[in-house]
């Protein structure tokens, strides 16, 4: 048995010792010992079902399936160690998000092959359980039959599982995450005037700035919204993950964005610095002030709980933008309608910038203010699911009944559009759900 493992229990060992002097030598070293040391544990676990199977192939081949297997957790090590002399807030932007996004991937990818492995564990010591009971002398691995294979269909289940999650992640990082979608939708408003007919609105939200491993595909994806040459652009919120300074990198390619009635914007949860632990309250309201200047050095009409009337061929149209507000009590609840409608002006249009499309479904759809189209993002369309034109699904659609693309209340005079992000949060990428430039068209 000993022999057996000794690969494993030496390279173990190694890694405690390391750890250990590193603790000692350096005792604001960051990374979980106990984590680090479970993830290698279950690694080798699963490493012991696939080298089973590969027992029939040549050297060549097996060396290659065991340099698939083990390399992503070498360069996790690798860059862990590197936290050491670098913090991951140093770090080039590129190996900052696919670091991330490794591990994500790894340990997501790990989870199916748990599952099944244990499962057919559990059907094995059952099966030694009751041939001891039968028979003292009984080796498990003499017996034959169909719980033999039944444990052979869950363990090879649970590898193929875990390679295809690990490279569809790896998909989704690589391509998925910048692979934009323009989407196109036509909104008919009652008694809307003629002058307003044709109206184009550019909608993009949750840019997340601080998961975007380049400035090329953002480079790419504002002349994607300038090609459309939209009458305005609005954005809704998650400029950044959790500080301002995610932002400061890009400003001059966000500042490129043109549109000859202006680009308005409100603010969503992440905006607020509400995830990021700062050492005091000046260097909170220091964040809070970038952030503003941010935004007017872009010239972009950051709305809270505010309004702004536009002039087009006589008519008028009134942009409102109002703080986050969430059904849900874990993010901030600080919008404000009431306040931040103006019904002393007769508009012909209304339009509303909130993050959260909860703020639809609990206030503005009820609400007796003729706000004609609401535009929300937040939901990320959970950045995982599948669309076509007779089909769509995503667990986004179990926690928000409104998740992505046009709604409307029972006689559609107000319109919802949520948009899926042009960003990501968290993982890194995107399977299934493109990120979202929408062009909408007022008929």
Request: hydrophobic fraction near 45%.
């Amino acid at each position: 048995m000993i022999k057996k493992y000794r690969k494993h229990i030496l390279i173990s060992l190694f890694l405690l010792i390391s750890f250990l002097l590193i603790r000692i030598f350096k005792a604001d070293f960051s990374i979980p010992f106990i984590d680090f040391s479970i993830l290698f544990l279950l690694s080798i676990y699963i490493w012991g079902a696939l080298k089973a199977k590969l027992v029939s192939l040549n050297k060549s081949l097996k060396l290659v399936f065991t340099l698939l297997f083990w390399l992503p957790f070498l360069l996790i090590t690798i860059a862990s160690f590197a936290l050491l002399f670098y913090p991951l807030n140093l770090w080039p932007p590129f190996f900052r998000v696919y670091f991330i996004g490794s591990l994500f991937s790894y340990i997501t990818a790990l989870l199916l092959p748990l599952l099944f492995l244990f499962m057919a564990d559990i059907i094995k010591w059952f099966q030694m359980l009751l041939a001891s009971k039968k028979k003292r002398n009984t080796r498990a691995d003499q017996l034959e039959g169909k719980p033999i294979s039944r444990k052979k269909f869950l363990v090879n289940t649970g590898l193929s599982l875990g390679g295809v999650v690990f490279g569809t992640m790896g998909f989704g990082m690589l391509h998925g995450n910048y692979h934009f979608k323009i989407w196109r939708h036509q909104i008919a408003i009652p008694n809307l005037p003629k002058a307003l007919r044709g109206l184009k609105i550019v909608h993009i939200s949750d840019l997340h700035l601080g998961t975007w491993a380049s400035k090329e595909p953002l480079e790419r994806a504002i002349q994607y919204i300038n090609n459309l040459r939209p009458d305005l652009v609005v954005f809704t919120g998650d400029l950044v993950n959790s500080k301002t300074e995610e932002a400061f990198p890009f400003q001059e390619i966000l500042s490129k964005i043109k549109a000859p009635q202006g680009i308005y914007a409100s603010l969503g949860n992440h905006d607020y610095g509400h995830y990021h632990k700062w050492k005091n309250q000046a260097e909170e309201n220091e964040n809070w002030n970038n952030l503003l200047m941010f935004y007017k050095n872009m010239k972009w009409e950051l709305l809270r709980n505010e309004n702004k009337f536009l002039n087009i061929k006589g008519e008028k149209i009134q942009i409102i933008g109002v703080e986050n507000w969430s059904k849900n009590p874990r993010f901030p609840q600080i919008g404000d309608l009431n306040k931040a409608y103006n019904n002393q002006h007769n508009s012909a249009l209304n339009l509303l910038l909130s993050h959260d499309p909860t703020h639809w479904d609990e206030i503005v759809e009820s609400s007796n203010k003729p706000i004609h189209i609401t535009f929300s993002g937040h939901t990320h369309g959970f950045q995982f699911g599948f669309e076509s034109s007779l089909f769509r699904w995503s667990p986004a659609q179990y926690m928000y009944p409104h998740w992505a693309g046009i709604y409307h209340n029972s006689n559609k005079s107000k319109y919802l559009h949520v948009n899926r992000g042009i960003g990501a949060i968290g993982f890194p990428g995107r399977i299934g759900i493109r990120p979202d430039i929408s062009l909408i068209e007022i008929v």
